[in-house]
Each structure stands twice: as C-alpha cells, then as structure tokens.
C-alpha cells in the first residue's frame, strides 16, 4: 500500500498485561490499548490499521490547516465580491476555466505550477508566465490525471483570470481608469466596484443583442448569464454565427444594424422637468400613499430609456450633470423596437427566459426573466392573454397573493415606472398572473417573483405591442 510507519502501536502495554483481547459480557468487541497502528499514506491521509489482523479500520482527511483555511476564507470573499462568474460560453479557453471550477467544486482539483503567495492576498507569477488567457499553456509532462480522486486532497487551482478587453488588451476599458494610489471616495461618486468590471466593448456587444431582439437585459458593460443567453438567441434569430470575442464581426453587424454602439444625446427641458418622485418607499402602506411612483431622477429616467443601468450611464459620463437642460451625454443607441407580429409565447421557467414567436414558429424577440418563486410558483401549462394595460396601477390584497410587511389590509398602489409591476402589465386568463415590468431592471434574471413573469420595463413595453388578446403563453420547466 505504499504506507510509511508514523507511529507504532497508540499506547505500549503495561508488564504482565495480557495482549488478548476482552470481550464484555454483551459479546461486543472492545478494542484494547495497543490494538491499533496508526499510519500515514503518500497523501497526508491518517490511517488506522487492527494490529492483530492487519486490516484497515479507518482512512481519515487529513485535517486543513489554519493557512489553508484562511486562503480558502479569502477566496470565498473575493468570490462573493466579485459576484457571479463571468465565462465566454463560445471561447474554448474560458470553458476550459469553467470545466476546472466545475472539478474543484467536485473536489477534483487541478494541480498548477508553484505560486508564490503572500498571506493570501497578493502572489507573484513566475517568470516568463503572464495571468492572461491570452498567454501559452505552459506544458507539465507530471501534470495529474483530472479525473483521478486521488488529487481530491491537494491544493485548489488559483482563482478564475480576468479579461482584459477586446480592442485593446494592454488598456484599461471605459470607466476603469487605474485607481490613484491613495483612493480618494466621494460621497456620490461611482460604485467602485462598477470602474473594476465594467466594459465598453462588452456595452457594445449589448448593444448588438438588444437591437436585433436578443435582449441581455441592462446594458451594464458586464457578461454575465443574461449576456450568454442572449447570445445564444442572436444565433436563432439572425442566423449568424456571433461569437462575443470576434470583435471585427462585432463592428461589422453594429454597423449594419444601426450605427455605432455609443452616440451622443442632449438633455432637453422635458427630460429634465420630470415629473419625478423625492426617493420611492419599499412599504406598500407607504407606497399606496403617493401619486405616482415616477422616476427619482433624470439619470434613472434616461437610463431606462436606452435600457442601461444607471450606474454604468453615470460612469460613461461622470463629469454630466444629468439635472441641467442642454447637457450633452453619452447614451447606448439602442435602435427601434421589434415589430413583427407574435402568436406564441413560452415563459421558461429553469433558463430564466420568456421567448416570443411569430406564425411561423420562427424566434422573434428573447427576454431575460425572473418567473415565479418556491413559496408563489408562476403557473403551469399554458394560459392566454387577456389584456395589455400600459402604466397600471396595482392592487395589493394580502388574502389573494402575498404578505408584505406588516400590511394586511387591500392597497391600491399608484401606478408609475417605479411600481410593483412597472410601466406594462400583460394580464393572462388566470386572475392575478400576468408579464409585466420592474423598477429593478439589474435584477431581473437574479432573484424570484410572487409568481409572474417579470421582465425589464422596456422589454415589457416592446412585448406588449407584438401581442394581443387570446396569445397563448406556454410554461415550461
């Protein structure tokens, strides 16, 4: 077995004590001091062996130690700060990174070269080995079989490597200017952790799907799961082949589609009169106390206008003052909306995903969707559209759908961009379930619903007009 003697025998027997061992009066075997050896094998692993008949007892995990719980401590908050991992599902290097999370998650572990580390928080590459996945593989003739168990014990692979952009490797992308060396934080200023992730040859490629009815949601210059699905949608729908690494073919299709990805806008006098609303109260008591649940501001107006999130428009522009008529910004160009007709519609529950479909059976729009939740699951089987109301109010009854808060009385809530249920609501034959919009567009895709399907407000407002009255809509799992 290849196993190193650690010790002999747990305890030495005392003089005249009988080696033999005593079974009590029940006839269970009891083991005795000095019945077993304790060993450890190639792996670190603790192994208990009978001293009498050689057989293993037990194959214990060697325990972790206090400096491998703290990396694996830090890596878990890098992880969490870093959010959800971002992949390029068409690069076969960044499936390769997805292939090896997915073993290490498994306890399959892959061995890489030798890293210098420093308490956990920095490490230094060796020489001639760049952390980019643009750089050679480096061959390992010793490298390990993944798929052997044996390796579950070693040390995880370093953490997933950031993508540099598209267009220019070396440089840094929109909004991610290098941090000074002493961090000056304004109060109002960018999320900073929006400068670290955000990219504006990513925006583009948003840009590019949202156009031809492949909508990833907010365009926030980030990838994510919305921006693969939607990815794979584009296929459908255009035919084309896009691949989200193939900038030339990127330009190319931005090109052909509408123009370019970013184009300048000037704040008028509307924009900037509202009507907008001092802050928007989570309790519906307070809620059903308002007018309208308008926008806050101009920016937050302006953003769901070009299907942004309002913290990358606030990036692309960080000296605009969004309050001030004439101001001139940068804005996603988002072009027109989709128009041909829908006759079908499938809510997909486990892709998170509403598609719409013409006569034909041919994809027309695919929507990123948060559908139903484990206490209020959305419907099953298909059901019809009823109506289409644009700017609804809603009524809360605590006795028909959910409890929120403290409220257990029947509210009627205002309607406006920043209600329970947006700008549009898709009503279908069974009464209290509809399509309708969010005031929380990053969301959408990334938490649960009471039971409807939920999309931004500016999918929702484009769904709403290749639909009608008796549309059936499918859910499947």
């Given at each position: 077995?290849?196993?190193?003697?650690?010790?002999?025998?747990?305890?030495?027997?005392?003089?005249?004590?009988?080696?033999?061992?005593?079974?009590?009066?029940?006839?269970?075997?009891?083991?005795?001091?000095?019945?077993?050896?304790?060993?450890?094998?190639?792996?670190?692993?603790?192994?208990?062996?009978?001293?009498?008949?050689?057989?293993?007892?037990?194959?214990?995990?060697?325990?972790?130690?206090?400096?491998?719980?703290?990396?694996?401590?830090?890596?878990?908050?890098r992880?969490?700060?870093?959010?959800?991992e971002?992949?390029?599902?068409?690069?076969?290097?960044?499936?390769?990174?997805l292939?090896?999370?997915?073993?290490?998650?498994?306890?399959?572990?892959?061995?890489?070269?030798?890293?210098?580390?420093?308490?956990?928080?920095?490490?230094?590459?060796?020489?001639?080995?760049?952390?980019?996945?643009?750089?050679?593989?480096?061959?390992?003739?010793?490298?390990?079989?993944?798929?052997?168990?044996?390796?579950?014990?070693?040390?995880?692979?370093?953490?997933?490597?950031?993508?540099?952009?598209?267009?220019n490797?070396?440089?840094?992308?929109?909004?991610?200017?290098?941090?000074?060396?002493?961090?000056?934080?304004?109060?109002?200023?960018?999320?900073?952790?929006?400068?670290?992730?955000?990219?504006?040859?990513?925006a583009?490629?948003?840009?590019?799907?949202?156009?031809?009815?492949?909508?990833?949601?907010?365009?926030?210059?980030?990838?994510?799961?919305?921006v693969?699905?939607?990815?794979?949608?584009?296929?459908?729908?255009?035919?084309?082949?896009?691949?989200?690494t193939?900038?030339?073919?990127?330009?190319?299709?931005?090109?052909?589609?509408?123009?370019?990805?970013?184009?300048?806008?000037?704040?008028?006098?509307?924009?900037?009169?509202?009507?907008?609303?001092?802050?928007?109260?989570?309790?519906?008591?307070?809620?059903?106390?308002?007018?309208?649940?308008?926008?806050?501001?101009t920016?937050?107006?302006?953003?769901?206008?070009?299907?942004?999130?309002?913290?990358?428009?606030?990036?692309?522009?960080?000296?605009?003052n969004?309050?001030?008529?004439?101001?001139?910004?940068?804005?996603?160009?988002?072009?027109q909306?989709?128009?041909?007709?829908?006759?079908?519609?499938?809510?997909?529950?486990?892709?998170?995903?509403?598609?719409?479909?013409?006569a034909?059976?041919?994809?027309?729009?695919?929507?990123?969707?948060?559908?139903?939740?484990?206490?209020?699951?959305?419907?099953?089987?298909?059901?019809l559209?009823?109506?289409?109301?644009?700017?609804?109010?809603?009524?809360?009854?605590?006795?028909?759908?959910?409890?929120?808060?403290?409220?257990?009385?029947?509210?009627?809530?205002p309607?406006?961009?920043?209600?329970?249920?947006?700008?549009?609501?898709?009503?279908?034959?069974?009464?209290?379930?509809?399509?309708?919009?969010?005031?929380?567009?990053?969301?959408?895709?990334?938490?649960?619903?009471?039971?409807?399907?939920?999309?931004?407000?500016?999918?929702?407002?484009?769904?709403?007009?290749?639909?009608?009255?008796?549309?059936?809509?499918?859910?499947?799992?």
């Open positions: 077995m290849g196993l190193q003697a650690f010790s002999a025998h747990s305890a030495t027997p005392l003089a005249g004590e009988d080696r033999a061992p005593r079974a009590p009066a029940e006839g269970i075997q009891l083991a005795q001091p000095g019945d077993v050896e304790i060993y450890y094998d190639e792996f670190g692993r603790r192994v208990v062996v009978d001293a009498y008949t050689g057989e293993i007892i037990s194959v214990e995990r060697p325990r972790r130690s206090e400096r491998r719980v703290k990396r694996d401590q830090m890596r878990e908050r992880d969490a700060m870093r959010g959800e971002r992949y390029y599902l068409d690069d076969p290097k960044d499936m390769e990174r292939r090896r999370e997915k073993m290490r998650d498994q306890g399959i572990v892959v061995v890489r070269p030798p890293v210098e580390e420093y308490g956990g928080y920095a490490r230094e590459l060796p020489a001639g080995i760049e952390e980019f996945p643009s750089a050679p593989r480096r061959a390992f003739p010793d490298e390990p079989d993944l798929a052997d168990p044996e390796f579950a014990e070693r040390e995880p692979a370093p953490g997933p490597i950031q993508r540099q952009p598209l267009d490797p070396g440089a840094p992308s929109v909004a991610e200017a290098p941090p000074p060396a002493t961090p000056n934080i304004v109060e109002g200023a960018i999320d900073p952790s929006l400068k670290l992730g955000a990219r504006e040859d990513v583009a490629l948003q840009v590019l799907l949202d156009r031809r009815g492949a909508s990833p949601g907010v365009i926030d210059g980030r990838f994510g799961s919305n693969d699905k939607a990815i794979v949608a584009y296929r459908q729908i255009t035919g084309a082949n896009l691949r989200s193939d900038t030339a073919g990127i330009k190319a299709a931005l090109a052909a589609s509408g123009g370019d990805a970013f184009i300048s806008y000037t704040i008028t006098a509307s924009d900037a009169a509202g009507p907008f609303v001092a802050s928007v109260p989570a309790d519906y008591g307070d809620k059903a106390k308002l007018e309208k649940l308008s926008y806050t501001s920016s937050e107006m302006l953003a769901e206008r070009f299907h942004m999130d309002e913290a990358y428009l606030k990036a692309l522009n960080p000296e605009a969004f309050g001030r008529v004439g101001t001139i910004i940068r804005i996603a160009n988002v072009g909306p989709v128009s041909r007709q829908v006759t079908r519609v499938v809510a997909d529950k486990g892709r998170k995903q509403v598609f719409a479909y013409d034909a059976n041919k994809l027309v729009v695919s929507y990123p969707a948060t559908i139903g939740s484990t206490d209020t699951p959305s419907p099953v089987g298909t059901h559209i009823s109506r289409v109301v644009l700017d609804p109010d809603y009524t809360y009854n605590p006795n028909i759908n959910f409890k929120q808060g403290e409220n257990s009385t029947i509210l009627k809530i309607p406006g961009p920043n209600g329970p249920v947006g700008s549009v609501w898709i009503a279908l034959d069974k009464p209290t379930y509809g399509i309708h919009g969010t005031p929380d567009p990053s969301k959408i895709g990334k938490t649960e619903s009471h039971g409807c399907v939920r999309l931004t407000n500016w999918d929702a407002q484009e769904l709403a007009k290749l639909v009608k009255a008796g549309v059936p809509v499918e859910f499947v799992e």
